[in-house]
């Protein structure tokens, strides 16, 4: 049995695996948990991340106008499941040492959390001459700091690993083009700082030439830190005659050396089934983008965009998670 390393969490949103249900990932079946209308100028709420914060939950969401410009947001709630989210989006202050250009705003969308020692960091696709990763942090969801740009575009996907790698802060990226990118490998990169950013590694690239993953793949959540090393749900996009299709899987990387991939499966966990997953704004999309764990009981709760439209919630284990990668392994999973 794997164990999660980290903290307790009794009060996580959790529903039990249904009798007879043979798949290793399940839906909430309450579902969205976040409507696309939730706040007053929303046309949809999705691809967003939350973290446990004062005994309940804090999140930052994506929230596109009705506009269609694309923000992000600071969300609270007491489960994990009822959200209320401000209905201004984040204004930024410049992080200490940094020119107030780095809170200019074309674009912000897509965003991850994870508690680093102190602070929450939060990671973003930020508009800057073409989407890179923007980085930032918050001590209390009131208050944001805006630290320089990871990296030069073109990038997306930018998910930081909650702890240092050695001496070092760690990310994992997708690097990208300006548009709709129909390609995409993961990366692995360290910094001292968080402001200066090397050593890139590739991770992983694309599945089978006809598989669930075979057009792009891309980091998800942040990592889960196991006893067996980094449990990392990615997503993976198929490119169908229908358009692309995402999907999530799972991967097992090594805990000192991130970039060594140790297993990886060969058929996705979740998918796109439900109508809120196959219609939308975005049509055939299952996108996963934070988790909360339980260190005690092994729980994983994954929160995943729909469609480009609304917010999903589905659960797992840890165990669950492995064994169905083990149980279907990818002859190919570090290529």
Not at 9 to 18: A, E, G, I, T, V
Not at 148 to 154: G, H, T, V
Not at 188 to 205: C, L
Request: glycine share 10%.
């Amino acid at each position: 049995m794997a164990k999660i390393i980290g903290k307790a969490l009794p009060n996580m949103p959790w529903q039990d695996k249904p009798a007879g249900y043979t798949k290793p990932v399940w839906r909430y079946d309450q579902n969205p948990i976040i409507p696309r209308d939730l706040i007053p100028t929303s046309n949809s709420i999705f691809n967003s991340a939350v973290v446990p914060f004062e005994g309940a939950y804090a999140g930052v969401f994506r929230c596109d106008s009705r506009a269609l410009e694309m923000d992000i947001f600071a969300g609270f709630s007491e489960d994990g499941i009822n959200w209320t989210i401000n209905h201004d989006p984040i204004v930024f202050e410049p992080a200490p040492g940094c020119d107030p250009v780095v809170t200019e705003k074309v674009y912000r969308y897509d965003p991850r959390v994870c508690l680093i020692e102190d602070k929450y960091v939060i990671t973003w696709c930020n508009g800057y001459h073409g989407p890179t990763i923007g980085v930032g942090y918050t001590y209390d969801f009131k208050t944001f700091y805006q630290c320089e740009n990871a990296y030069l575009p073109y990038n997306r996907n930018g998910v930081m690993f909650p702890r240092k790698i050695g001496d070092n802060y760690a990310m994992l990226s997708r690097p990208s083009d300006t548009g709709h990118t129909p390609f995409g490998d993961i990366f692995y990169s360290e910094s001292p700082d968080m402001t200066y950013w090397g050593k890139h590694r590739f991770v992983f690239g694309t599945g089978t030439s006809a598989g669930w993953d075979s057009k792009k793949v891309g980091p998800g959540p942040t990592p889960i830190e196991t006893d067996e090393g980094w449990l990392m749900i990615y997503h993976g996009v198929l490119n169908s005659c229908n358009g692309f299709v995402y999907r999530f899987g799972v991967s097992l990387l090594d805990i000192d050396k991130p970039w060594i991939v140790k297993e990886r499966g060969l058929f996705y966990v979740f998918g796109p089934e439900k109508d809120y997953e196959l219609s939308g704004d975005v049509p055939n999309v299952c996108f996963p983008c934070a988790t909360l764990t339980d260190a005690d009981t092994g729980r994983i709760a994954i929160y995943y965009g729909a469609a480009d439209t609304v917010t999903g919630l589905a659960f797992t284990t840890v165990d669950e998670l492995l064994s169905y990668m083990r149980k279907y392994p990818n002859p190919n999973f570090g290529k």
